[in-house]
């Protein structure tokens, strides 16, 4: 059974950081993609950054470039959000997710899914 256990959220000023993890278990995933999302409320679940697990290829949404840094551990089956110069626009309830797949922006692609960790940047 696939699990994928979200870490690291809290509540940070505007301007701070955070780190996300992500702990995947269950199968292999050398062959997946991993993505982070986020959701605020009322607002449509978006893509924030994915990474390649074979590859290290790492994909970025333009708000959060310059910003986050996605990263693996292949010992630890970790995946990673490094969250720096944090804005209060950045707050949401950030998701992990598993898939098999070309295009790594669409939510509906992955297969996986974690349960979320909330993250809230006060101004």
């Known amino acids: 059974q696939v699990q994928l256990v979200e870490s690291g959220g809290g509540l940070v000023q505007a301007g701070g950081s955070l780190r996300l993890s992500c702990a995947a278990s269950?199968?292999?995933?050398?062959?997946?993609?991993m993505g982070w999302f986020r959701q605020a409320p009322g607002k449509e679940r978006e893509f924030v950054a994915a990474?390649?697990?074979?590859?290290?290829?790492?994909y970025y949404a333009d708000s959060v470039k310059g910003r986050f840094t996605i990263s693996r551990d292949n010992a630890k089956n970790t995946v990673y959000l490094q969250m720096n110069s944090l804005k209060p626009e950045d707050t949401a309830v950030y998701y992990c997710?598993?898939?098999?797949?070309?295009?790594?922006?669409?939510?509906?692609?992955?297969?996986?899914w974690g349960q979320g960790t909330q993250v809230t940047v006060s101004s």
């Open positions: 269950g199968r292999t995933f050398s062959s997946y993609v």
């Open positions: 990474i390649r697990w074979s590859t290290g290829r790492t």
């Open positions: 997710a598993a898939g098999t797949i070309l295009v790594v922006t669409p939510a509906a692609h992955y297969d996986y």
